[in-house]
């Protein structure tokens, strides 16, 4: 049911990264000479051919160091292999093939994935250079030239990428499912939470943390609607994170972040807010997923009067970046309001995927600015022209003005919460993109 992810993997400085911005199209990687720029995982969606996908760029391979740094990008490159469906292996016409270019398609071959070889660089147009021949030597099968500067060659790339990706899942492309992230920290009761809202056992569950490797896909359809819900492993902390499974399970954890519709952030009633708990929602904060904060184990939580009500209060406090987003207590062990969350669920969703027409914004944003006039700033005063939505999920508005200096963020904070008054938006971040006279669209 996962989207196929093709790693983009090679020695350092043979223009991965570069390669990586082409695929997505955008500058996401940051492309330096110095070898070693990148250190960790960069992801993003990808589309060709009618398939989505995801692509990773990884540190350079060193097969033979002591460097810790080195050693360190070499595990986190591994961990993307792990994971991959197609390893795009990049080398480089100038140098030819290197020892490290040996070492890494060895180490590749023994992987058992699909792999296809690209030979980067080949940025002149015409004939191929006759050095492009010798990259055959690397048994890996027909090489392909490329030009991450230019983009010669990457359509060629892609399809042979596509070629072996598994067949396209029909409920992938079904839009009345509604996927369900399941996150948190290890042992809070994820797996719990999904077993009982199956009414079976269908997900492995123990009270030894990280039971829990991988994102496991389960559909459900119900009298509310059709669901995928994605149980993730636990995300610990990076320090607590040594063993290379688990920071295997950490990525695929982000990844089903990135897949769902709405994110179920699963706390410990009796631990309350964690720094690590912070982090975790950041994750569906910042990915702009529509999320309901899920306090478990509530069963054995001592009440006394307004218990429940100071709880609420803590949680918004202590997830103060995310005050939209719905609390819900429950207990997995009892059942006790794990039915309610079926509907909070399509709440969510149908809030995040709100659309205003702009005619209606615009009346808000002239009731806001009545209230409250734009700030000034040495005899300038911020004008406010109009307001446009431009996306869901999260909802996205465009507010066009004559400087984009003067809207401060207070103000930018004051429109949200006169948007949010006005239509609710309960449970989804709102994303809000200034834009002043003259700027390129």
Same mark, same amino acid.
């Given at each position: 049911?996962s989207?196929?992810?093709?790693a983009i993997? &090679?020695?350092p400085?043979?223009g991965k990264?570069h ?10 990687? +940051?492309?330096e000479?110095?070898?070693g720029?990148?250190r ?5 969606? /990808? ?15 060193e097969?033979?160091?002591s460097? =810790?740094?080195?050693l360190? $990008?070499? *595990? @986190?490159?591994?961990?993307? %292999? !792990?994971?991959?469906?197609? +390893? ?8 030819? %093939?290197?020892?490290?270019?040996q070492d890494?398609?060895?180490?590749? @071959?023994?992987?058992?994935k699909?792999v296809?070889?690209a030979v ?10 006759p050095?492009?021949?010798e990259f055959y030597?690397?048994?890996l099968?027909?090489p392909?030239?490329v ?8 359509g060629?790339l892609l399809d042979a990428?596509v070629?072996h990706?598994?067949?396209?899942e029909?409920? =992938?492309?079904?839009?009345d499912? +509604?996927?369900?992230?399941?996150i ?5 009761g994820?797996?719990?939470? %999904?077993n009982r ?12 943390? &990280?039971?829990t490797r !991988?994102a496991?896909?389960?559909p459900?359809?119900n @009298?509310?609607?059709s669901y995928?819900?994605i ?5 610990r902390?990076?320090s607590?994170v040594? !063993?290379?499974v *688990? ?7 982000q990844?089903? +972040? =990135? ?15 964690? =720094? ?14 529509a999320?309901?904060?899920v306090v478990n184990?509530?069963?054995?939580? *001592?009440? *006394?009067?307004?218990? $429940?009500?100071r709880?609420?209060q803590?949680?918004?406090?202590d ?12 207990? /997995?062990?009892?059942? @006790? ?6 509907e ?7 809030q995040?995927? $709100?659309?205003?027409?702009t &005619?209606?914004?615009?009346n808000?944003?002239a ?11 040495k005899?300038r005063?911020?004008k ?15 507010i ?6 003067l809207?401060?963020?207070s103000y930018?904070?004051y %429109?949200e919460n ?7 938006l ?6 809000l ?6 700027d390129?669209?």
């Open positions: 049911m989207r196929p992810l093709v993997v &090679g020695r400085n043979v990264s390669l990586f911005n082409r695929l997505a199209g955008r500058r996401l990687s +940051i492309v000479d110095t070898p720029v990148t960790d995982r960069l992801y993003a969606p /990808c589309e060709w051919a009618g398939r989505s996908f995801d692509i990773v760029d990884t540190g350079g391979i097969p033979n160091t460097n =810790e740094i080195l360190f $990008m070499r *595990e @986190q490159a591994m961990l993307a %292999i !792990d994971a991959a469906n197609v +390893i795009v292996l990049v080398t480089e016409i100038g140098t030819g %093939i290197t020892a490290a270019d890494v398609a060895n180490m590749l @071959q023994r992987s058992g699909p296809v070889l980067n660089k080949m940025d002149a147009t015409g004939p191929n250079d050095a492009f021949y030597n690397l048994g099968g027909d392909i030239p030009s991450a500067l230019h983009g010669h060659g990457t060629d990428c070629a990706f598994p067949p396209p029909e409920e =992938e492309d079904d839009p499912v +509604i996927r369900v992230a399941v948190g920290k290890p042992n809070v994820k797996s719990s939470l %999904i809202l199956l009414g079976e056992n269908r997900v492995i569950v123990a009270d030894m943390p &990280g039971t !991988d496991v896909d389960t459900l359809e @009298q509310y609607g995928l819900f149980d993730t492993a636990g995300i902390r990076k607590k040594n !063993d290379r *688990e920071r295997f399970s950490v990525m695929r954890a990844l089903a +972040i =990135e897949r769902s519709d709405v994110c179920l952030i699963m706390i410990d009633a009796r631990e309350g807010v964690t =720094e690590q708990d912070t982090k975790i929602a950041g994750l569906a904060h910042e990915a702009g997923k999320s309901i904060i184990k509530w069963d054995l939580v *001592e009440k *006394e009067t307004n218990t $429940m009500e709880m609420r803590a949680v918004k406090r997830l103060s970046f995310m005050d939209y987003a719905p609390v819900l207590f429950i207990s /997995c062990l009892t059942g @006790q309001r794990t039915g309610r969350i079926f909070m669920i399509n709440a969510v969703n149908e995040a995927s $709100m659309r205003i027409s &005619g209606t914004l615009n808000v944003l009731d806001a600015q009545a209230r409250q006039q734009p700030p000034t700033d005899g005063r911020l406010v022209y109009y307001m446009t939505q431009t996306g869901v999920k999260p909802p996205h508005f465009v066009f003005c004559n400087s984009r200096e809207f401060h963020f930018q904070r %429109i006169r948007i949010r008054a006005a239509f609710g309960e449970g989804t971040p709102v994303k993109t200034i834009r002043q006279k003259g390129q669209e």
